[in-house]
């Protein structure tokens, strides 16, 4: 039992104190554990390629990947709680507060465009860190235009550009959204993307926020129909508050939705599902990673990923350039 409240404490401190998203929760518990022993020193960021072959949160890949190699399954699901916890029950709080915020106030404004400002720098961050190791090839460079052509210029779904990128990955060798203007999206099918972002999530919480733009945001979004500025609000507040972006915003949107139940079930069906493939992948991936078909794979959905963070970036910088009157 002392070992797994070690595991928990440990994870949940990292996530408390720590801001920026996953890859920063991921570098850090690198230099945590190492030194505690509990891993090599640079085992986590040599398994971040793995990490991000596996749909879902970086954050919770990390957690369940260092606690399964300190406690098994038990450990696994030990950190990915101590992981996620502060996350879930401070945007709970912030969900609470936020239309209480005045928002028109001038200063509140300033401080939420200095809030998309360093958010911006956090995603052209993650984009060169991701840039180096993913686009060494022509065809990552051709699958990375088609998907940013396909979903910024041609409006395809975020789900039909990525399972063509997957599919391009395999076959060559080296989702459809139901959003009719006509009829009314049951609230409750929500909660089907979340589920759905659990295994789409590929490269951590920036690659989701097209879906999030796909699903929440503007007049013809199936739920919510939040403003462009509003989200971008609320996604600068996801990376200064603790915890992974992707648990931050859904547990925002869960809120919105059906309150506090609606929050902790929206965190759960992002988090679980693709923790559950993790832990198996990190047991069996290892062993298949040079099979065709999984390098086929990854070939694809890598740039694919880095042209959802692409479509990110210019979403927010065009909402400050806007704010600002240009």
Aim: with cysteine.
């Amino acid at each position: 039992m002392k070992k797994y409240l070690e595991i928990f404490f440990r994870f949940f401190a990292i996530s408390l104190f720590v801001v920026g998203g996953g890859y920063v929760i991921a570098a850090v518990a690198e230099r945590v554990f190492s030194r505690l022993g509990w891993i090599k020193e640079g085992e986590v960021i040599e398994h971040l390629p793995v990490f991000q072959m596996i749909p879902g949160i970086i954050a919770a890949h990390t957690a369940v990947y260092v606690g399964s190699k300190r406690g098994g399954v038990i450990g696994a699901a030990v950190a990915l709680c101590g992981a996620t916890l502060p996350s879930i029950v401070v945007f709970t709080i912030v969900s609470l507060v936020y239309d209480s915020l005045p928002l028109e106030n001038t200063y509140i404004k300033i401080a939420f465009l200095l809030m998309r400002l360093v958010l911006i720098w956090f995603v052209i961050s993650a984009l060169v860190r991701s840039w180096r190791r993913i686009m060494k090839d022509i065809f990552s460079y051709c699958v990375f235009v088609a998907v940013f052509t396909s979903i910024f210029f041609l409006k395809f779904p975020v789900i039909l550009s990525l399972a063509m990128a997957a599919i391009s990955g395999i076959v060559f060798p080296f989702r459809e959204q139901c959003k009719s203007k006509h009829f009314q999206v049951p609230a409750w099918m929500a909660f089907l993307c979340f589920l759905q972002y659990s295994f789409l999530g590929f490269g951590g919480g920036f690659s989701l926020v097209p879906m999030y733009l796909e699903d929440f945001v503007g007049p013809d979004a199936p739920f919510l129909q939040i403003t462009i500025e509003e989200f971008s609000s609320i996604i600068s507040l996801t990376q200064i508050t603790p915890g992974p972006i992707g648990v931050n915003a859904v547990t925002f949107f869960g809120f919105r939705l059906y309150g506090l139940i609606g929050a902790l079930v929206a965190s759960f069906l992002l988090l679980f599902p693709s923790a559950i493939m993790s832990f198996f992948a990190f047991r069996s991936l290892e062993k298949f990673k040079e099979l065709r078909f999984v390098k086929g794979l990854m070939c694809g959905i890598r740039p694919a990923s880095l042209a959802l963070m692409m479509i990110a970036l210019i979403v927010f910088g065009k909402s400050i350039f806007l704010e600002l009157g240009f």
